[in-house]
């Protein structure tokens, strides 16, 4: 059974940074290596949003809302990826989430930024 888990939220102050990780258990190397693998983010009151995403051939797809500002990568023999985020604004504030193949979910990380 595929497991996602996630690390690295917390509090950060407008302008500043913060990175997430996820690491995914109970799939090969070579499953997770050929896996699109991505970030979303639910703040209160709001739908789940798309952030980013990044393709077994390492292409990059950002929402407009973060271009620029996050980075998304993998580490495919980790079966992890990483989410940078810099230039923090206060409506990044959100609960974020990874997925591998939009099938599989981790359990969410609070990234809050306020001064």
């Known amino acids: 059974q595929v497991q996602l888990v996630e690390s690295g939220g917390g509090l950060a102050q407008p302008g500043g940074s913060l990175s997430l990780s996820c690491v995914a258990s109970?799939?090969?190397?070579?499953?997770?290596?050929?896996?699109?693998l991505g970030w979303y983010r639910q703040a209160p009151g709001k739908q789940r949003e798309f952030v980013a995403s990044?393709?077994?051939?390492?292409?990059?797809y950002y929402a407009d809302s973060v271009k620029g500002r996050f980075t998304i990568s993998r580490d495919n023999p980790k079966r992890t990826q990483y989410l940078h985020m810099n230039s923090l604004k206060s409506e990044d504030t959100a609960v974020y989430y990874c997925?591998?193949?939009?099938?599989?979910w981790g359990q969410g990380t609070q990234v809050t930024v306020s001064s």
């Open positions: 997925t591998l193949d939009n099938t599989y």
């Open positions: 109970g799939i090969t190397v070579s499953g997770a290596t050929g896996a699109t």
């Open positions: 990044i393709t077994s051939t390492f292409t990059t």
